[in-house]
């Protein structure tokens, strides 16, 4: 039995028992439920599913065969219903919940393929339903994560298969379909035991492979990480250490940071397209969680994973510090995260693993652990005192997991950083975090020192001493931190003394176990807290102006209530863990303050204060505390005038009278502030308030009979809490020790919920259950304050009391608080209304159905009682509204009274759903988590103190109470709602209708509450509400009403199923286009969106019952009702024009699943929406595109893929379209294309700034304000959508191409063959040749569709027109609309099927088409066109799959581009550099697959060319010619200036701007190679061309450089891997030794980011020679390059191998020193400047590799450098700037790090920095 149930109230605890049998009658109810003749019933289990969500919630326990027979259940259900979304989603939450709960008990095998054909069916066909985004987002998590769930049952083999099915999608990865095969493989892919065989090295290496063919695309990465992560943490088999180099690579590049300073993210990722980042999504850009995954599960003992890992974090250590924050902190901060987390897990796992030593030789011993926590250490250290929030709680909790594991590094660590941030005086946020750490260490801290068994502090360096020394300074400073000026140290503060105090048993003085706390005398340190509490409760500020309306409750208080638990749990536990002597002493002084002190803004602090005093000991806090503030209340009270409202029936005469009396503003303060403070202090008093029984009551009838509101308000306050105190159910003694830990007698044992052991269920907590005096005390209190209040209520409605409507209102005011406050105090001790039988024959009246046990406390009242008070209500409902509907704070005090009649349980559940909140932010100081290797006792869950549980426990039991009774009548169909119930429903629903908004809400509120309890209810609400809609002069706030309830989900999913609401619903809405204001029309607007997102279809049984009635009411004519409003003929508003178009296409999708009502309404509305092609309305016209979109299915006249060759015409006779004689007969009206054209060529806005326009967005369109758009939003887009290749080449400029558009044309055209091709073809040559842009697009769009239609007899219209519309678009000489053009080209040759291998039956043609050579006079501009045409098609060819002409044509291409490199005009440079990199890419795509052909001898051509690949070698040469060229006439053209004899030159310079452009050309070729992704498979010619980009980063020709720039950023982010590497290495050597010293100094520039990618994969040879050459390039003779080498240097030590790192620095040090001696001895030595210089330098780069730490070589060397500031200009100046930086970085922690250095060192540092100074 879980802990929460066990140590739930005795008499409920009792009635758990009973739930098993329960849940077993529910299973079998669901079964009964569903019948399989019957595939609608899956409908009638829905109403079983927060039922057995109750079971789960409510930790019952529950026989595992019903469990399993649940999901057996539910998985059926969940596959048999294909098409009824929301069925699956409800299940399918539930089915992971249970899953999820029960994975290690279950034995299930559940096969993967369903799955998957349920997503493929749902979001990812080109025909997907109506129902709306919302819903199908909803869809596609809940089976995703019921995949996640169900993975670890997949049966043996699947893995197989499942890599099988979606490898051939990964094949091309230059095609969307790569993408979602990846997202679908780290999905599906299964690692459990039964799979296990299927994974092995050569798989992993594989996936590498595939991993590497999409560089810089994040969504990639994520997906292959993830998979990647889950095998490194399953399989043990496999030996990961060959891999290890190249994952660190991968991981340390998948984190975004600036290296060197690049830029901090990639520039140009390949695209991914929207739906597939929408469906697969990540939230976090970096896969931080995976990584930590791999990390962690890589450790084992002697695996070179350790230094790797070690190295990882010395990389990314740097970007922890708060002065490197930025958009890669939050992964930085994630990853930290998830590294400690999951070693946590990973530790866990294998402590209880520990006895079957299968595996143990991989277990993490004390060496890894301590290795682990000393590098994760450096993390923390760095990020420990960041400016960015999450990240200094993540570290602070991370110290705290860490100090169980390795308390002897993790504690001297913490100690030393406290005592650095007391010593700090100017930043205090470092105050606050460091006692955050300390509170969050507390218990290790305690453990380590207190514990017989723990580490022997010899190992601790300092002995036992230290940690309970750093604990009682931090407990003595922590009074200090006590300030009510800065809310968060007090927090910090207090959270620091309820977590020391959490840890130690009792608090006592005199006892000897203390002996731990020598310096401190207890209750000195008790009266000393007291003291700063009380000054800090004096001066606290009210957080706002009091403000008093009914919802101001008694603790509005300030930040010390409202930020957080932190207060009410210190004083508690330190009040109840004080010893009898000493909780007297604090009860005194406590009672001393409370007495003296009126403090109105610290009400609910003083209030919780009392309380916790209460708690700890009612009868000794009651006497002293509660009973003075009581008489001291009464006698305010007593002299003051009186209405008698207040239940005594005196009444006064004078109050009566004209002139009310008032009280003083002191007086009315002071009494409410006492008021309000006994109303807190009394929450848990119980029985100990029974001595003061006359007197409480004489306070409360007092209260409630000044004239004040504001006393009767703090009487109200009183009256609920003491009627809690008596009744309810609350546990007593929760902060008593009971348990005392074995290891260290003075510490409190912590608890797990998870070993239930009967120790822990003793130690259970005592509850409070009412004596037979307490219920007879609060019925006493009922019989005053509810019964006769009543009576008062009815009498005032009924016989009109007052005169004086002032005087009737206060009383009506009191009366009805009255009836509230105990309301709201007895909450459901008050019985609930009986439901009704529906059979009309009562049945056995004891019949009570039982779910789950619950209750809240005894029962009080009656049921009757409960029954007239609705009655009364009702009537006072009708009375206000008529009398007096203007008063706010009446009507709302009564909806509070209905909410809390109608609404049984209902305030128990806000009271625990406040509570959750509260605790959502659980602190890590009161977790221990279950490896704690100080006292090596691990457990299975996280332990925490007793007192945390109980409050859970209570917590639990509230939300019990809450549930127990909410579902019990909704399951059978035997009940229905009582009559009192319904009387409240109907006053809610006028109420809601109301024209104040605040008792709008507030009604509608309890209105759905009491709806979603009693469904059938709904439909009378519907009604009613959409009546209101329709009928023409409703107020606007009666819509407004409405429409917030039609708008709640509970009604829109209701709709589904009901045919009477659903048709009064869409008629409601459409017809209410009279209402005028702009607030109606906007409520209307979001109504009907919201219900198209949420729209969830139409139940099979609406259509069947629309359909048997015969009295007009069935479907069609709904359909035919709607669509003549849709029509344009009907002259509505545009916007409710769109609706009504809308509705009819949602109603034609939904009745597409029942076949007798279909064919005929889909024929229909497809001619209505093809009409609607030429509508007015943009919108409508938009809409339309996307119907027909939906519509048109069929395609009966595309041609077969067998049968190529055409068929003759009759044989297609039999197979005609259902829709081809609806379309036929529109489409040949006279001049139908031409309008249609011209309407959508208005759709069309051409933006005037290219880059504003995105593609296929209308939403952009500036002719939409922001609420239009929203409801303009409705077409569908399927998910295939297109274009189905990233998009990245940037020369096509933005298009304005909408392939939807072209799509219906396509549609069409295979809908009705070729009469619509022959129909359209003059309009499409018409509006080619046009002016206008906007009538270019839709020309483009419609040829783009006529091309792709693949219908019979295009072949025959391709050589009688299409052939030369596309030839003379191609000669066209305009410019402005190539993007279209290129698109529709695009467009028309994409492939089809999935994976978009299927050629269309046009493509060679257009290619062939666009290879012809351009006639020689045309324009660059035509030239630059055909390039960019060329490149766009060539993109959607599939390289692995080329047919023979294809592949012909490539090669074809390939020589005519390189013989035209050197082309004049730079467009046509650029469109011949990117077409280049397409046509390379997709040969070598292809040559990596193996082929066949058939015709032998022109294939061994085509494979000799291939294999030789000479084009290749014909870069590479030309290149290095080129640059050689371009270097030696840079520097002729510099010579030149000097000596003027350009006359031999001219020959020279001609050829030389030749070498200029092509080497242009050549730079965009790489640009876009690397830009467009397609770089891995020409990494070989990237590197040969590595050279040129370095060498021409800066010449006389500015085109030429800049593009140069532009390739050097992109190869930054490059990695090179084997064989490669070595080959790029070798460049970037020699180019080190370039004449030129600006080459020179851009290899080091490129060396920095080039080190840092590759440091895991670069053997250790060919580091040395970097290490040496960089170290030559310090005594370069260009002083430029010398400051760069020593930059680069100290960039490599940082994140170097500290081996070379060593080597080099002592070397340095011993050459400088040799110099500053020889300097001494011989002032005239001459040396080189620039060796003298180097050897500075070498120093500067040694000092500056250690930003922010002082390791013990640093003193000397930055002395040394020092001691050089007296040289001439290089060096001084370099000493100057480089001592002043180490003084920056080490300005934050210099008063410790000073301690490093001797006083002379420290007077050599002096005279560096001060001659710079000001004063100096």
Not at 1099 to 1115: A, E, P, Q, V, Y
Not at 1516 to 1535: F, G, K, M, P, Y
Request: charged share 20%; glycine share 4%; with cysteine.
């Amino acid at each position: 039995m879980h802990l929460y149930n066990a140590w739930l109230p005795p008499p409920v605890a009792a009635e758990t028992k009973k739930e098993k049998e329960s849940f077993a009658d529910v299973v079998k109810s669901v079964k009964d439920s569903y019948r399989a003749d019957d595939p609608e019933s899956v409908y009638s289990t829905l109403k079983w599913i927060s039922v057995i969500d109750l079971f789960i919630k409510a930790k019952s326990e529950l026989s595992l065969e019903d469990v399993g027979a649940l999901v057996e259940i539910g998985l059926e259900l969940f596959n048999i219903s294909q098409n009824k979304l929301y069925v699956q989603v409800r299940w399918g939450n539930l089915l992971v919940k249970l899953l999820n709960k029960y994975r290690k008990q279950l034995s299930l095998k559940v096969p993967w393929r369903p799955f998957y054909d349920t997503l493929i069916h749902t979001h990812f066909t080109r025909n997907t339903g109506p129902e709306g985004w919302r819903l199908r987002q909803r869809h596609f998590e809940a089976v995703t994560s019921l995949v996640r769930s169900c993975r670890r049952f997949f049966p043996p083999g699947s893995a197989s298969e499942i890599w099988s099915e979606f490898r051939s999608l990964l094949e091309n990865p230059w095609h969307n379909s790569s993408f979602e095969g990846s997202g679908f493989m780290r999905l599906f892919l299964p690692t459990n035991l039964d799979n296990q065989e299927f994974f092995s090295e050569n798989w992993i290496r594989e996936c590498l492979d595939l991993w590497d063919s999409v560089p810089n695309c994040q969504f990639w990465n994520c997906q292959w990480t993830a998979v990647i992560a889950r095998a490194i943490k399953n399989y043990n088999f496999i030996d990961w250490e060959c891999f290890i180099p190249m994952l660190f690579t991968r991981y340390l590049n998948l984190f975004e940071v600036p290296v060197a300073n690049g830029s901090g993210s990639y520039l140009f990722s390949v695209d991914v397209p929207r739906y597939t980042r929408f469906l697969f999504s990540n939230k976090t850009l970096t896969p931080a969680k995976a990584i930590a995954k791999s990390v962690v599960y890589l450790l084992r003992p002697g695996s070179s994973a350790q230094e790797h890992f070690e190295k990882l974090v010395n990389l990314l250590e740097q970007y922890y510090h708060p002065s490197n924050g930025g958009r890669w902190t939050y992964s930085l901060e994630r990853f930290l995260f998830y590294l400690v987390i999951t070693f946590q897990k990973r530790l866990q796992h294998e402590q209880q693993k520990a006895d079957n030593n299968t595996q143990a030789e991989l277990y993490l011993g004390e060496s890894e652990r301590t290795f682990f926590v000393n590098v994760v250490l450096k993390l923390i250290d760095r990020g420990q005192y960041s400016k960015n929030e999450h990240l200094s709680e993540t570290v602070a909790a991370a110290t705290s997991i860490l100090s169980y594991v390795d308390p002897s590094s993790v504690l001297p660590f913490l100690a030393s950083r406290f005592h650095i941030a007391l010593e700090t005086m100017t930043a205090t946020h470092q105050l606050k975090t460091a006692v955050t750490s300390v509170a969050f260490a507390g218990r290790s801290l305690f453990l380590t020192s207190l514990s017989t068994s723990s580490v022997q502090p010899a190992d601790l360096g300092g002995g036992d001493v230290t940690f309970i020394e750093l604990l009682m300074i931090s407990l003595s400073n922590a009074l200090a931190g006590m300030d009510a000026n800065d809310p968060p140290k007090t927090l910090a503060t207090m959270q620091l003394i309820g977590s020391i105090f959490s840890n130690i048993a009792t608090l006592d003085d005199n006892s000897d176990e203390l002996s731990f706390m020598p310096m401190i005398q207890f209750s000195e340190w008790l009266d000393e807290f007291l003291c700063r509490l009380f000054s800090l409760l004096q001066h606290l500020e009210p957080s706002s102006v009091l403000n008093e309306d009914l919802h101001s409750s008694a603790t509005s208080g300030t930040f010390l209530v409202d930020d957080g638990p932190y207060y009410y749990c210190m004083l508690e536990i330190l009040l109840g863990k004080l010893s009898k002597s000493l909780y007297n002493q604090a009860l005194k002084k406590i009672s001393k303050f409370v007495t003296t002190n009126i403090l109105p803004g610290a009400i609910a602090e003083v209030g919780v204060l009392c309380c916790a005093c209460v708690h700890s000991n009612p009868e000794e806090a009651v006497f002293h505390l509660v009973q003075p503030v009581l008489l001291s209340a009464i006698s305010s009270l007593e002299g003051t005038p009186s209405t008698g409202f207040g239940g005594r029936g005196i009444t006064d005469a004078s109050v009566l009278a004209k002139e009310k009396p008032t009280l003083s503003p002191a007086l009315e303060a002071a009494i409410d502030y006492q008021l309000k403070v006994l109303s807190v202090a009394i929450t848990y008093a119980g029985p100990a308030l029974l001595h003061y029984k006359d007197q409480l009551k004489e306070a409360i009838f007092s209260a409630f009979d000044s004239p004040s509101w504001k006393v009767n308000i703090a009487g109200d306050h009183l009256l609920r809490s003491l009627l809690g105190s008596l009744i309810l159910y609350y546990p007593i003694d929760q902060y008593k020790c009971v348990l005392r830990h074995p290891a260290a007698a003075t510490l409190e044992e912590w608890i797990s919920t998870k070993n239930s052991s009967d120790n822990e269920l003793l130690t259970g907590p005592k509850w409070h259950v009412p004596s037979d005096n307490e219920v007879q005390f609060a019925n006493e209190l009922l019989n005053l304050h509810f019964q006769s209040a009543l009576d008062d209520l009815l009498r005032i409605c009924k016989t009109k009391l007052h005169s004086d409507s002032g005087n009737e209102k206060e009383h009506l005011k009191a009366t009805l608080l009255r009836i509230q406050s105990t309301l709201q105090g007895v909450l459901s001790c008050l019985p609930d209304f009986r439901p009704s039988f529906q059979s009309g024959v009562m049945g056995d009246p004891g019949y009570t159905s039982f779910l789950i046990a619950g209750s809240s406390g005894s029962i009080v009242g009656s049921t009757e009682l409960r029954e007239k008070a609705a009655e009364i209500t009702h009537a006072a409902c009708k009375y206000l509204l008529e009398e007096k509907s203007d008063d706010s704070i009446l009507l709302i005090l009564l909806i509070r009274i209905m909410d809390a009649l109608g609404n049984y349980g209902s305030l128990e559940y806000d009271e625990w759903s406040n509570h959750r909140q509260n605790w959502k932010s659980e602190s890590a100081a009161i977790v221990e988590p279950p490896v704690n290797f100080i006292v090596s006792s691990h457990s299975k869950g996280k332990r925490r103190p007793r007192w945390a549980l109980i409050d859970k426990a209570y917590m639990h039991s509230t939300w019990r109470s809450s549930q127990s009774s909410y579902y019990l009548f909704r399951t059978t169909g035997d009940f229905s709602p009582p009559d009192h119930v319904k009387l409240l429903m109907d006053d809610l629903l006028n109420l809601s209708l109301h024209s104040y908004e605040a008792v709008r809400i507030l009604a509608g509120k309890s209105l759905l509450k009491m709806i979603k309890r009693w469904p059938s209810l709904i439909s009378k609400c519907v009604l009613s509400l959409a009546q209101n809609l329709r009928i023409p002069n409703t107020p606007e706030y009666a819509v407004l009403g409405s429409c917030a309830v039609l708008s709640t989900q509970t009604v829109l999913k209701h709709l589904t199923t009901d045919q009477k609401a659903f048709s009064s619903f869409l008629l409601g809405i459409l017809s209410s286009s009279h209402h005028e204001s702009l607030k109606a029309q906007k409520a209307i607007n979001e109504l009907f969106v919201k219900y198209n997102i949420l729209f969830s279809g139409v139940s099979r049984s609406i259509l069947k019952t629309m359909d048997n009635h015969k009295d007009g009411s069935d479907f069609s004519d709904l359909i035919s009702q709607i669509g003549s409003l849709s029509s344009d003929a009907s002259r509505l508003h545009w916007r409710y024009n769109l609706m009504a178009n809308r509705v009819l296409l949602l109603l034609a999708m939904a009745s597409r699943s029942d076949p007798n009502v279909s064919s005929k309404i889909l024929s229909e509305t497809a001619g209505h929406f093809l009409k609607n092609l030429k509508s007015q309305l943009p919108q409508t016209r938009i809409l339309a595109i996307s119907a027909l979109n939906t519509l048109l299915k069929e395609s009966p006249y595309k041609t077969s893929l067998e049968d190529r060759p055409l068929l003759s015409e009759n044989s297609q006779g039999n197979s005609k379209s259902s829709l081809e004689g609806a379309l036929s007969e529109i489409f040949q009206e006279d001049g139908f294309f031409d309008e249609t054209f011209n309407s959508l060529s208005h759709v069309h806005i051409i933006a005037d700034t290219e880059s504003t326009s995105s593609r296929g967005s209308h939403g952009n369109s500036s002719f939409q304000s922001l609420a239009d758009k929203s409801i303009t939003r409705f077409y569908f887009d399927f998910s295939a959508s297109w274009p189905r290749t990233p998009s990245w080449i940037s020369l096509l400029g933005s298009d304005t191409f909408y392939s939807n558009f072209a799509r219906i044309f396509k549609r069409l055209i295979q809908e009705c063959g070729m009469p619509m091709i022959v129909a359209i073809k003059s309009t499409v040559e018409e509006f080619a040749n046009a002016k206008e842009r906007s009538k270019q697009c839709v020309a483009a769009e419609a040829l783009a569709g006529v091309l792709h239609s693949d219908v019979d007899g295009l072949l025959g219209a391709w050589d009688s027109w299409m052939m030369i519309q596309l030839k003379s678009i191609i000669l066209a000489p305009s410019v402005e609309s190539i993007p279209e053009w290129a698109a529709c080209i695009r467009y028309a040759v994409t492939g089809k099927g999935k994976h978009g291998t299927r050629v269309p039956l046009l493509r060679q043609q257009i290619l062939n088409c666009l290879v012809t050579p351009l006639p020689p006079t045309v324009t660059t501009t035509v030239v630059a066109k055909r390039y960019a045409f060329l490149s766009a098609a060539l993109i959607e060819i599939s390289p692995q799959k080329m047919t023979l002409p294809e592949i012909q044509l490539h090669i074809g291409l390939l020589e005519e581009l390189l013989n035209n490199m050197c082309h004049s005009s730079a467009h046509v440079r650029e469109a011949i550099g990117v077409t280049l990199s397409v046509l390379c890419s997709n040969i070598r795509l292809h040559a990596s697959f193996s082929h066949e052909y058939s015709h032998e001898g022109v294939n061994r051509d085509i494979d000799n060319y291939l294999k030789e690949e000479r084009w290749v070698q014909f870069l590479t040469e030309r290149a290095s010619e080129s640059v050689t060229n371009i270097q030696n006439n840079n520097h002729s053209d510099n010579l030149e200036v000097s000596a003027n004899c350009s006359t031999q030159n001219g020959h020279l310079k001609g050829d030389s701007q030749d070498d200029v452009k092509w080497m242009e050309s050549l730079f965009h070729f790489i640009i876009s190679t690397l830009k467009s992704g397609r770089s891995s498979c020409l990494l070989d010619i990237i590197v040969g061309l590595l050279y040129p980009v370095i060498s021409l980063q800066e010449t006389s020709n500015k085109d030429l450089s800049t593009l140069a720039k532009a390739a050097f950023e992109l190869l930054k982010w490059r990695i090179f891997w084997e064989p490669h590497l070595q080959k790029a290495v070798s460049i970037i050597l020699s180019s080190a030794d370039d004449s030129n010293w600006r080459t020179r100094s851009a290899t080091l520039t490129y060396l920095r980011t080039f080190m840092y990618r590759h440091t895991f994969i670069l053997p250790d040879t060919e580091k040395k020679d970097i290490w040496n050459t960089v170290e030559k390039l310090l005594t370069d003779n260009q002083v430029e390059v010398r400051e760069h080498a020593a930059a680069v240097l100290a960039g490599l030590m940082k994140g170097g191998d500290e081996k070379l790192a060593k080597d080099f620095r002592d070397r340095a040090y011993k050459e400088a020193n040799m110099i500053q001696r020889q300097n001494k001895r011989n002032s005239s030595f001459s040396q080189s400047v620039a060796s003298r210089h180097g050897a500075v330098l070498a120093l500067v780069a040694s000092v500056l590799s250690v930003p922010y730490d002082m390791p013990s070589w640093l003193p000397e060397h930055v002395t040394l450098l020092a001691r050089f500031s007296g040289e001439a200009t290089p060096v001084k100046s370099t000493v100057t700037k480089a001592v002043a930086e180490f003084r920056r970085t080490h300005a934050d922690t210099w008063n410790l790090q000073k301690d490093s250095f001797t006083e002379e060192q420290l007077e050599v540092l002096a005279d560096t920095s001060s001659s710079s100074s000001y004063f100096a």
